[in-house]
């Protein structure tokens, strides 16, 4: 006799696959975090044959990532609110179906207009991905294994802008542009169709209503600081639609008018972005630590490409494979690093690890001129990528960690918007201190390489000083993971 399952058999079954089912979430979740901020990053390599291709000048085909990282600096307040509200599963299905509907739009766009159009859709995908990712972690995994789930996320982080340019240039080597979309759709399509069948709901959604007029100033706000510093970044402005400064000026003046009117909503639990998580002082501090890393990041990573094309003369595939080791090697350690903080929690990670940025940046300061081998640039590279590993996963972690659980949402939405806020100021920092340098020497009859290679030495300079406060920091950061959980919300 073959038989029926009984239905006690049947009832003990379903917490099992309930149980496999969860296991697969955080790997789909991670996966699907990873191409779409690779595809973030594909187009700085790109944009050259772009703008060949479609005849556009310079400045119109820029727009390209400047819609990109304005559209991600909009949506991704939102994200606290929508995690709340929906089931996560809801959430991945649209950011994934946006993404994927974006890439297909950049795949078959025959001009700039539906190209323009397509990233905006990838980037309203991508911007809900990473909260995502970091609330899920948090109300999934325990407190004393959030580290190297964490790492893992490090990994996404760190490995994907690494890769990106890479990959850029080696597929425009062989293929046309439109591929840089065509080999990740059916990546996305496959991503998209795996998190429908297997994510399930496993946060309950509570009743939470959007409060447009602050989504109407953050819009301004984020938009204007996002796109202000990337203005700035980007030849010092001159030839962005919007004058730099002035774009900051409205982002400034916006964002105080939000945070008042969030103030004022989180007494009744209304704010589209919570602001009590900085009432949790290691939440606060972390925050500060990594947008302080972020900076030193983004500026790094804009400044060493101009330094070996412009000043050490190699090309663009060189310049990508010097920058590749640095990413992978950051994205390796932060498996690591996770279980670490695990055991030993976050100030012995933290402190060696801004210590070795900062004596990364003062030898930059130091040793880079017109002759530097480029095995010197890959070496410090690689050196700063060891610092900002053992920092970036602890203090995350951390962050994150300490606050109350009805406050995960916004944490990770407070962190995404950091982020992009202090990549594109770094950014700007960087590239504007480098280009004044530069034109001033010029100015005085010095050569362009030399010129170009005082300005760099100048930024990192600045960037060096940042390091140095940013090491002080790291001691207020506490030491046990046990001293960084569940924060009280009021």
Known sequence: MTGQPTPDAADAAEPQRAQSADKLVIPLLLVSAFIVILNETIMAVALPALNRDLGIPVSTGQWLTSAFMLVMAVVIPVTGYLLQRFHIRQVFITAMSLFTLGTLVCFLAPGFALLLLGRIVQASGTAIMMPLLMTTVLNMVAAERRGRTMGNISIVISVAPAVGPTLSGLVLNVLDWR???????????????????????????????????????????????????SSLGESGGSTAPVPPWSAIAVGAVALVVFVARQLRLQRNDRALLDLRVFRSRQFSVSIGLVAGSFLALFGTLILLPVYMQY????????????????????????????????????????????????????????????????????????????????????????????????????????????????????????????????????????????????????????GAVVSVLAFAATFFVRGSTADTEQAPAH
Do not use: C
Not at 185 to 202: E, Q
Not at 206 to 218: F, N
Not at 394 to 403: D, E, I, K, V, W
Not at 429 to 445: D, E, P, Q, W, Y
């Open 179 to 229: 591929w840089l979309f065509g080999l990740v759709l059916p990546i996305a399509v496959v991503g998209l169709l795996l998190g429908a069948l297997f994510i399930r709901n496993v946060t309950e959604p509570r009743a939470a209503s959007i409060d447009v007029p602050s989504v109407l100033v953050s819009a301004p706000a984020f938009g204007g600081l996002v796109y202000g510093f």
């Open 311 to 462: 000043v050490l003369g190699l090309d663009t595939l060189a310049t990508g494979l010097v920058m590749l080791p640095g990413g992978l090697v950051m994205g390796l350690l932060a498996p690591f690093v996770g279980r670490l903080y695990d055991r030993i929690g976050a100030r012995p990670l933290i402190i060696p690890g801004a210590a070795l940025v900062s004596v990364v940046l003062w030898t930059m300061v130091v040793v880079f001129d017109t002759d530097t081998a480029p095995v010197v640039v890959v070496g410090t590279h690689v050196v700063m990528s060891v610092g900002l590993g053992l920092m970036f996963t602890p203090l995350l972690t951390g962050a994150l960690g300490s606050l109350d659980q009805k406050l995960y949402s916004h944490g990770s939405a407070v962190v995404g918007t950091i982020q992009q806020v202090a990549g594109a100021a770094g950014t700007a920092t960087f590239t504007t201190v480098m280009s004044a340098t530069a034109a001033g020497l010029m100015a005085g009859g010095t050569g362009e390489v030399a010129a170009q290679a005082a300005g760099i030495n100048t930024a990192f300079t600045i």
